[in-house]
């Protein structure tokens, strides 16, 4: 009996424990993923490189529904709230609002940076987000090749 | 219970380049991952789509590249999967030229008639002011 209850009290610790981690780690999401054309001497003999550009994101949503979950009372201002910032922020999108839209305009300076001679293929085009619930990380990434010189 | 059983498949992005006229060589790579309460820590399975696609065309180019990501439920929240798959064409032969470095087809010429006898006539003056010149050289080299 109490072998059993040992055991089943280690499984709760060790996925709890995996729960806690996963969560700390935080969760990749991929929103999209777009490839170029792709020349196979170039991606199978050039020089393979990753651009990446990211943005701090505070999802102010989260933060108020964690608000309104703490406070001893509450009047429902911050569901209000939090409505009123999902109505002005609607629209298609992809991953959480940043504060600076521009984060991702330098990336074609990068790709200049990487590969002066021009010779480009096999461009991966990726956006992901890393989430920690009410921050997140928003991420513009590009693999490619470029030939050798 | 039974929808849930079957799952259900949401497309998240679809992405095309320019599809060639030979497409008798189709090529395709997958990249996938299983989700477990919806965990994923990166997103690095889609990093080898093109090392899979160049390498079931090793002497050419892959053209008419569809992308596609579908997000994939088996069973609500416990478990989930992402596909992203690449399809296109090889194609083998020399490309095409960019637009931009063919030879322009030479104009046809808009020349009109009265602007043809206008050049005649300016040779013609020109040439008469030669001679005049040439005659009045000799003129003034004769002793």
Redesign the interface.
Known sequence: MNGSCFRIHRIVLATSMW?AL?LM????????????????SV??EGRRFEIKVNELALDVEQVLAVAEAIATQSDGSYSILADIFALSNMGPRTGVAVYNPEYSDGIIDSLRKECPSGQIS?L?S?R?SIDFDVISGEFVKL?G?CAQE | MAVCLVGCVHMSAVSTTSIPADRRKPVEATGYRFLFLMINFDNNYVDELTQDLANQCKNGRVEGILTKQEDIMYFPLFAHAVQVSATGYCVVGTPPAPVHEQAAPEEPSQETSTEAADRELLKEAAARELLKEAAARELLETP
Request: overall charge negative; hydrophobic content about 45%; glycine content about 12%.
């Open positions: 729960l996963s780690t935080g969760c990749a999401v991929l929103h999209s993923v777009q490839l170029g054309e792709i020349d196979s991606v199978l096999g991966m990726i992901e693999v090749y």
